[in-house]
């Protein structure tokens, strides 16, 4: 017997501190495991399909973000899933709202820009409320320097240096359209330090860890340990450097996804 499907987009946000990551995984809390065990709770064991605009690591949070939603047999009433659907999803995952789309569309293939947010703060040691949205290095690192390195990615490169673990197959070009980093006034909270910093990275798409290993040489390059030389030889894909830095996810935000078009 074949039923009918209906297609929706469904805008999400989440806090990601206490989960491993968004796709489902055996014997760990993952945001994909938690949205379809409310799912199937509140449309009351109808078939359904979820499939997210792109994965996020353990830790790892987001402000805005889509996801598709296929519902086999029976129609939503959108007057009232988005009310029901979040009286029963945990306080830390929000659906922000739903609409039906087509069976075209594809939230995979379909072009998107992704703005990414890093925040950190320095020297001090911070109020531990910051810890899900923060990471704390309690080190004099060398701000100034950072700032003129975090520009040296945009544009278009061959970022196989900041692709974790790529194999001959992996595409590793890339555009990133925008990459600054700037004191932090996206983000404010009375426990905040009073100052903190976020590197702000937008464009098409990413690899897996590359915003991590991004800030990760940003740390590096703030510590003195490698120059803005160094830098531009390992953004500078044909020369293959691998990196072992990987920036701690808890400071990590995926803050939107624009759909183009």
């Not at 014997?27 to 938690?34: A, I, Q, S, W």
């Not at 544009?155 to 925008?178: K, L, M, V």
């Amino acid at each position: 017997m074949q039923y009918k499907r209906f297609y929706y987009l469904i805008e999400l946000q989440y806090l990601g501190f206490r989960y491993h990551g968004w796709q489902k995984q055996p014997d760990v809390l993952t945001v994909e495991h938690m949205l379809g065990k409310t799912l199937n709770y509140v449309l009351e064991g109808q078939r359904f399909k979820v499939i997210a605009a792109g994965r996020t690591d353990a830790m790892v949070s987001v402000n805005q973000t889509y996801a598709e939603l296929f519902i086999y047999e029976e129609e939503l009433d959108l007057d009232t899933f988005l009310t029901i659907f979040n009286k029963n999803l945990p306080q830390d995952i929000k659906c922000l709202s739903i609409e039906e789309t087509t069976a075209d569309f594809n939230i995979i293939q379909h072009p998107k820009l992704k703005e990414y947010l890093y925040f950190f703060c320095v020297k001090e040691k911070m109020h531990p409320f910051c810890a899900p949205l923060m990471v704390n290095l309690q080190e004099d690192l060398d701000i100034d320097l950072m700032k003129k390195g975090a520009i040296l990615f945009e544009g278009d490169h061959d970022f196989y240096s900041f692709a974790f673990r790529s194999n001959p197959e992996t595409q590793t070009e890339g555009t990133i359209n925008i990459c600054q980093l700037i004191e932090n006034d996206i983000y404010t909270a009375n426990f905040f330090p009073e100052t903190s910093y976020v590197l702000k990275v937008v464009g098409e798409g990413f690899k897996r860890q590359q915003i991590r290993l991004m800030m990760g040489a940003l740390i590096d390059l703030g510590r003195h340990k490698i120059n803005l030389k160094d830098l531009e030889n390992i953004i500078d894909g044909k020369n293959r450097i691998k990196l072992e830095h990987i920036a701690q996810a808890s400071g990590l935000i995926l803050n939107s996804v624009h759909l183009k078009n």
